[in-house]
């Protein structure tokens, strides 16, 4: 039982590049959920799925787009990134109204 | 008003001190509550679900004012290892049931 598990770890960006971001939860829990965490801030909502197939706009969604085609894989993806999308990420699953289980993170560095 | 309000601290405190931490929420149809801690860049870990009759967990207790609303936490005999940012989440019934993130309580244990 892995949990909640996210990659890359690590991944530095230049500009305008892609990429996608994998979550992974093997707890069958219904919720899924991406938030970014900039220093002195608190954690922001990106965007979030209440099951398979379906997806919502969170806090802070511009410039990510996101799906959930499995019920255990959430996925982020940054189209044409910017140096303002630099920041930690972590992916999140729940049942509804229970507690959260968070990903180890990603560091994301936009240069 | 923001929905889940937190002192940000830091609240810096002796080993061996208790030091209690608050946290409002702004809407009464909330209905679950948790405390989160979190390592300077690590993922957050669920502390404690607070429960309306209070729970305790060996140093820490939780308690909620549901006619106040807010969540408190209780920590004594401060070790160093205690030292953390303290998140207090809440989940409100109706919508779509996303848990609302405080932006945390900085606590430093000192020798």
């Known amino acids: 039982n892995a949990g909640v598990t996210q990659t890359p770890k690590f991944r530095v960006l230049k500009t305008g590049q892609s990429m996608t971001l994998l979550c992974a939860q093997d707890m069958n829990h219904e919720y899924m959920y991406w938030y970014r965490q900039d220093p002195g801030m608190g954690l922001r909502l990106i965007h979030y799925s209440v099951g398979e197939g379906t997806t919502a706009k969170g806090e802070v969604p511009d410039g990510y787009n996101v799906s959930r085609l499995k019920k255990q894989n959430f996925l982020l993806g940054l189209e044409s990134a910017a140096p303002s999308q630099t920041s930690v990420y972590f992916c999140?699953?729940?049942?509804?109204?229970?507690?959260?289980?968070f990903g180890p993170g990603t560091r994301l560095t936009v240069t | 008003r923001k929905e889940v309000e937190q002192d940000p601290g830091p609240f810096n405190v002796p080993e061996g001190a208790t030091v209690a931490f608050n946290c409002t929420y702004s809407?009464?149809?909330?209905?679950?509550f948790f405390w989160y801690r979190q390592d300077c860049r690590k993922e957050p870990k669920l502390l404690m679900s607070?429960?309306?009759s209070g729970n305790e967990d060996g140093r820490f207790t939780a308690q909620l004012n549901r006619a106040s609303q807010y969540i408190s936490l209780l920590i004594r005999d401060s070790k160093l290892s205690d030292s953390a940012t303290y998140l207090c989440v809440v989940i409100t019934r109706g919508g779509s049931y996303i848990p609302t993130f405080g932006r945390g309580t900085s606590l430093i244990v000192h020798p």
């Open positions: 809407n009464s149809a909330s209905q679950s």
């Open positions: 607070v429960y309306s």
């Open positions: 999140a699953s729940s049942l509804i109204l229970y507690e959260q289980y």
